[in-house]
């Protein structure tokens, strides 16, 4: 099982893109999908996480407002449009599934019924990623 990342490029400062994930080898639908980006010269990190149904989605402070995730189970695709977007967004942009059993499968709520950030750590099924570069 893994993932095909598309749509990445080139873009200048306040542009968008849309990248897509396809599932290959395994059903979107059994797993919340997550969005990752790694810098140049960082280590990847969880950006972007949306549940199995499309209900809850989850969002890293530095895109909430620009990034948009959705999905569509049918197709086995899943989406992150990417408004406004600033050099810092440049990097590789991989997407993966939760792995985790479905009991302690995102999205997870506190015991104050707060929704907790996903673990990123749980994710798997890893593509080749796409590659963003936003110029100044």
């Known amino acids: 099982a893994h993932v095909v990342e598309s749509g990445g490029g080139v873009v200048q400062t306040g542009g968008s893109l849309r990248l897509s994930c396809t599932a290959s080898?395994?059903?979107?639908?059994?797993?919340?999908m997550g969005w990752f980006r790694q810098a140049p010269g960082r280590e990847r990190e969880g950006i972007a996480c949306?549940?199995?149904?499309?209900?809850?989605?989850y969002y890293r402070d530095d895109v909430k407002g620009r990034f948009n995730v959705s999905r569509d189970n049918a197709n086995n695709i899943m989406y992150l449009q990417m408004d406004s977007l600033k050099p810092e967004d440049t990097g590789v942009y991989y997407c993966a599934a939760d792995l985790s059993v479905e009991k302690i499968r995102w999205p997870i709520y506190s015991r104050d019924g707060v929704l907790e950030p996903p673990r990123w750590d749980r994710f798997g099924y890893w593509g080749e990623g796409t590659q963003v570069t936003v110029s100044s």
């Open positions: 949306i549940a199995w149904n499309g209900r809850n989605t």
């Open positions: 080898g395994f059903a979107l639908d059994e797993h919340a």
